[in-house]
């Protein structure tokens, strides 16, 4: 039997909620919805061809939303589309103290990591990974390293 502090040294530690990310079916819209509805400051847009977005950040004082929109045929936000056409919460981002951590103990308590299974880099440069929804009660749960973590 291993005692409380083993147990807590397997857990993945979760600094806070990085963004909610929102497929969007025109950025533009919503980023003026956004702008003009509820006074919030939004990023430029970006294409991340790699990842087959086009996004923008909002800012909420606590945390961001990140608005995508599909880029290309093949791009997942476009299948997510395909099932609502109207947009919605695509997944949440979780900030974790130590990345590398996370994504063994994921592993290692059976959960799905998308892709191929390993940890990808992101736009600005951190590492992250995404939990399949199965394994997590139907949300898709993107883990990034926070700032500090690097």
Same mark, same amino acid.
């Given at each position: 039997?291993?005692?409380?502090?083993?147990?807590?040294?397997?857990?993945?530690?979760?600094?806070?909620?990085?963004?909610?990310?929102?497929?969007?079916?025109?950025?533009?819209?919503?980023?003026?919805?956004?702008?003009?509805?509820?006074?919030?400051? #939004?990023?430029?847009?970006?294409?991340?061809?790699?990842?087959?977005?086009?996004?923008?950040? #909002?800012?909420?004082?606590?945390?961001?939303?990140?608005?995508?929109?599909?880029?290309?045929?093949?791009?997942?936000?476009?299948?997510?589309?395909?099932?609502?056409?109207?947009?919605?919460?695509?997944?949440?981002?979780?900030?974790?103290?130590?990345?590398?951590?996370?994504?063994?103990?994921?592993?290692?308590?059976?959960?799905? #990591?998308?892709?191929?299974?390993?940890?990808?880099?992101?736009?600005?440069?951190?590492?992250?990974?995404?939990?399949?929804?199965?394994?997590?009660?139907?949300?898709?749960?993107?883990?990034?390293?926070?700032?500090?973590?690097?």
């Amino acid at each position: 039997m291993e005692n409380n502090d083993s147990e807590k040294n397997k857990k993945i530690k979760i600094k806070g909620l990085d963004h909610l990310s929102v497929a969007v079916p025109d950025i533009e819209k919503a980023i003026d919805f956004y702008q003009n509805s509820f006074g919030c400051e #939004v990023s430029n847009t970006k294409i991340l061809e790699n990842q087959g977005v086009k996004i923008a950040y #909002v800012d909420l004082g606590n945390v961001q939303l990140e608005l995508m929109e599909p880029y290309g045929e093949t791009s997942p936000i476009k299948k997510f589309l395909d099932r609502n056409s109207s947009g919605g919460i695509h997944h949440f981002c979780l900030r974790t103290e130590d990345f590398e951590r996370a994504l063994q103990t994921t592993r290692q308590e059976g959960m799905q #990591v998308l892709g191929d299974g390993s940890a990808s880099i992101s736009h600005h440069g951190k590492k992250f990974f995404f939990i399949h929804p199965k394994d997590t009660f139907g949300s898709l749960i993107e883990i990034e390293e926070d700032q500090n973590d690097h």
